[in-house]
């Protein structure tokens, strides 16, 4: 019998493809080796088995014996009923009945695997077995890109490793194959012809002899265990070509770098961030493979928040790290990145050349659309023209790649995802172009109309028209007629806008759209009345036209009303409204409390609550993060049980970890205004007020700060916004004017006043007002009454001497003609209340007299002018035994 079986395997040639398995050694009562030889008598006596064995057609079956689509609802049900048991069975039937075609294999993998990834964590072992299931049928490939990560980001290390072991298989391929044999079934290929007419004597006799080897001694059959070699270089005195170099097998080097990742995951888990660098740098320089996982994300984040570390160095530790995320198709549903893009864009200080790497990376795996609404703002707005087209053009060629390379099995999403991006993100950096006045850089990005290569929407091309009809007179009749013929082209104009066009929002005010002051609603009284304000905050905070937006002062005194009953909820629901509504609305809300702050004499608040919304323009870098820190380390530093009150807060716990859904914004001039103020008010010693001036003549003459510490000069600075005329507003001078008459004399508020004139600065009535008023408070009559007169008459000062030395003018051109601006009732009130201070009974009679000629002056209109005519009274009766009310709580006027 045993002749006959070995004279049967000698006529089996291995080009059959009909196959039988090969059977195990087992005792010989076992029922496994009964129900062998009786289904093998079964299949020699059954019809069937005298038929031609070959594949089963589709007509043999019309009716599908497994349906897919019935088989897909049963696996999601039973996954949303948490069987793991039932669903892995249905996966493996899944995967049983997939078809022969390739391109409906790589379709039903997409489906399940989006399917599984919705819950990844639930459902690790499907996704293992998935994973496993294709690469048995030849999609390592797409298994290791797509699934792997997944199991590394969300498995345990074991599941990981055993994934990795099958693709490594996969990869050595079928001459590879280990000498030992597991217990599973393997398969040897026999004839058609013989496959059904295997005699039952023959597996009889196989399982007599696979049983009689399994009681053998076998370490009989295997020669003794050689002595071991010596050491070559103990043998051989000089090594040459003559002696091969052994090389590590394949499969030696694959664990070895393995183990590695293994280990550099570890490393970076247990955040031992230094250990995990140079594991990686060695990795890197063997080029050994390190599969991704999103867990790098967590290592490149500590390398932007690495201290005392130069940027260049943080950016190729970045870039190091960064480079090991997965794909785009390996992502959660969620937008990744979060951390990563916060703390770039929401940092106080931007890093430009991490900020451009990390979109070129992010775009390169194929989450272009996913970061360019974010991404583009401070780039466009810290970027000259030349870095901004090298960047755009990268950036789309990244995408362009990453589709082309990974996104080849769905060609068509890929062409339709491709101009989307392009149009997307053309579209995005023009609309910011025109809202921060570079039209000229905004018509270069438009498509051409001979050979036009993507469309942009017809709102994109409307707002452009628009804002090239402002400056009709500068000559843009061509680009006028350029953007009109773009946009009536189908060739490159969109009427319906794509999805992510429908958010114009996140860029619409990325520039200082309300120069001349904010075009809200009124202000609302409501008499003290909590509910009534919160009520009618609730539908203006944030509304479809500006004008219908509530007012600071109304939300100042919301502010005041609502904490003084120890409540917060109700304020951080409005902001949160606003910041989620438009970037006008939070701009409003943001100054509101600002104003707030300030009228509560907290000036670190307001510079936290500007730094936490606003980027850091047209205001002093240096000083602003140097005042932030020391607010945070005061946050950090507090011990409650010291006994010491606690430091001040906002009423919205905000830090860059705090998500804006749009990003930073643009400051207007009444932020900076503001910002110029409360450092003014922070500057108690005179040097660093004097200081602080000369900063604020630099800023206006230059348009940018000079910083002096290093981390503040190597970071990238954000530009005023180019249709400021003025790189600061004229209110940042007033709150210096009357503290360096203090200290410099009396004749420094006229050179403030020649130095706004020389920068560009046109004064108003608050500077003036400032002016006399200090000349009234050291009783200086002449003076007084001189500018007084002056500015009753609306005199007109002319200096052709100003702006002689082109060396000492601004960015705008000089003033030399100025008229002065008209007297208000806070100008009256601040002489009057100066020759009170300085107990000048004249200049204060003077005062009052013209005060009764005015017109708009009526008792009871201004509570702060009636209380220093009340005092005039007293004076008078009282005589120079009058005593200044220092003690009263005193009324600002300005």
């Known amino acids: 019998m045993l002749a006959a079986s070995r004279a049967f395997w000698r006529h089996v040639t291995r080009s059959e493809t009909i196959t039988l398995n090969r059977i195990h050694p087992l005792p010989p009562s076992s029922s496994r080796t009964f129900t062998s030889a009786f289904l093998t008598r079964r299949h020699t006596n059954s019809p069937t088995g005298h038929l031609k064995a070959r594949r089963n057609a589709p007509d043999d079956f019309p009716i599908d014996v497994l349906n897919a689509q019935a088989a897909f609802k049963d696996l999601v049900r039973s996954m949303e009923q948490g069987s793991s048991a039932e669903s892995a069975q249905l996966l493996s039937n899944l995967l049983a009945s997939l078809p022969a075609n390739d391109e409906s294999r790589v379709s039903t993998f997409h489906q399940l695997k989006t399917v599984l990834t919705k819950n990844p964590k639930e459902n690790l072992a499907l996704l293992a077995q998935l994973g496993l299931g294709f690469t048995s049928l030849g999609f390592g490939r797409l298994v290791r890109e797509e699934i792997l990560p997944v199991v590394q980001a969300f498995g345990s290390q074991d599941d990981m490793m055993s994934l990795q072991l099958e693709l490594d298989r996969d990869v050595q391929g079928p001459g590879s194959t280990s000498i030992f044999e597991d217990g599973s079934i393997v398969t040897e290929p026999i004839t058609e012809s013989q496959s059904t007419h295997i005699p039952i004597d023959l597996v009889v006799a196989l399982d007599e002899v696979t049983n009689a080897a399994s009681s053998e001694d076998l370490e009989a059959h295997y020669p003794e265990p050689a002595p071991p070699v010596e050491d070559l270089a103990e043998v051989f005195e000089d090594e040459d070509g003559d002696y091969a170099q052994f090389e590590p097998s394949p499969s030696k080097t694959v664990h070895s770098s393995r183990q590695s990742a293994g280990m550099l995951v570890n490393l970076v888990e247990q955040e031992l961030y230094e250990r995990a660098y140079v594991l990686l740098q060695e990795m890197q320089d063997l080029d050994a493979k390190i599969p991704y996982s999103f867990i790098y994300e967590k290592a490149a984040l500590a390398a932007l928040q690495r201290a005392n570390t130069k940027p260049e160095e943080k950016l190729v530790m970045f870039t190091a790290w960064f480079s090991l995320v997965p794909l785009e198709i390996n992502a959660p549903s969620e937008p990744p990145f979060g951390e990563t893009t916060r703390l770039l864009i929401q940092s106080p200080l931007l890093q430009l050349s991490i900020l451009l790497q990390f979109g070129l990376i992010a775009a390169r795996k194929g989450y272009a659309e996913r970061i360019s609404d974010l991404l583009f703002p401070p780039i466009v707005r810290a970027t000259s023209p030349e870095v901004l087209r090298k960047f755009v053009e990268d950036f789309l060629h990244a995408d362009h790649a990453y589709l082309t390379n990974h996104m080849h099995h769905v060609k068509r999403e890929a062409r339709m995802r491709l101009k989307k991006s392009v149009s997307n993100v053309r579209g995005i950096v023009i609309r910011i172009l025109t809202y921060s006045g570079r039209l000229d850089e905004a018509v270069a990005f438009l498509p051409d109309p001979d050979n036009p290569q993507f469309k942009l929407s017809v709102y994109t091309y409307n707002l452009l028209l628009k804002r090239l009809w402002v400056g009709h007179k500068d000559g843009r009749e061509k680009q006028i007629q350029l953007v009109e013929r773009l946009r009536g082209m189908g060739e490159t104009a969109i009427r319906q806008p794509i999805p992510s066009m429908l958010q114009e929002v996140r860029i619409k005010e990325l520039s200082d759209e309300l120069n001349h002051g904010f075009t809200t609603a009124n202000p609302v009284d409501f008499d003290g009345d909590v509910l009534a304000t919160l009520r009618y905050l609730k539908n203006h905070v944030a509304a479809r036209r500006r004008s219908e937006v509530a007012h600071p002062f109304t939300l100042v005194n919301f502010m005041s009303m609502y904490l003084a009953t120890g409540r917060t909820r109700a304020l951080e629901l409005l902001l949160n409204k606003a910041i989620r509504t438009s970037f006008f609305a939070t701009s409003n809300f943001v100054y509101a409390e600002m104003l707030f702050y300030r009228r509560l004499q907290q000036p670190q608040l307001v510079l936290k609550t500007f730094v936490d919304h606003l980027f850091i323009s047209g205001v002093p870098r240096d000083e602003v993060i140097t005042r932030y820190y020391r607010l945070s380390s005061m946050y950090e530093l507090y011990d409650p049980t010291s006994g010491e009150a606690p430091p001040l807060r906002r009423f919205y716990p905000f830090d860059y970890h705090r998500s804006l859904p749009r990003g930073k914004m643009w400051p207007r001039r009444v932020h900076t205004n503001l910002v110029w103020d409360c450092l003014a008010q922070l500057n108690t010693e005179d040097h660093s007020l004097k200081s602080l001036y000369k900063q604020l003549v630099f800023f206006t003459q230059h348009g940018h700060d000079a910083p002096t510490s290093v981390e503040v000069s190597e970071a990238d600075e954000v530009p005023i916004p180019q249709n400021w005329q003025v790189p600061v507003g004229a209110a940042a001078f007033t709150p210096f004017i009357q503290r360096l008459m203090y200290i410099n004399g009396p004749g420094f508020g006229a050179r403030i006043l020649r130095d706004m004139l020389r920068l560009g600065q046109r004064p108003t009535e608050y500077h003036y007002t400032e002016l006399v008023g200090f000349y009234a408070r050291r009783g200086d009559i002449e003076r007084t009454m001189l500018v ?84 005039l009274m007293d004076f008078r009766s009282a005589g120079a035994a009058w005593v200044y009310p220092y003690a009263r709580k005193q009324h600002k006027y300005t």
Do not use: C, W
């Open 788 to 871: 007084l007169n002056a500015m009753e008459a609306r005199v007109t000062v002319s200096d052709p001497t100003i702006g002689d030395n082109p060396a000492h003018t601004g960015v705008a051109p000089p003033i030399r003609n100025h008229n002065l601006p008209a007297p208000t009732l806070v100008t009256y009130t601040a002489i009057l209340r100066g020759f009170l201070i300085a107990k000048h009974l004249e200049g204060a009679e003077e005062t009052y007299r013209r005060i009764q000629k005015l017109e708009e002056y009526n008792p009871g209109s201004s509570p702060e002018l009636d209380l220093a005519v009340d005092d």
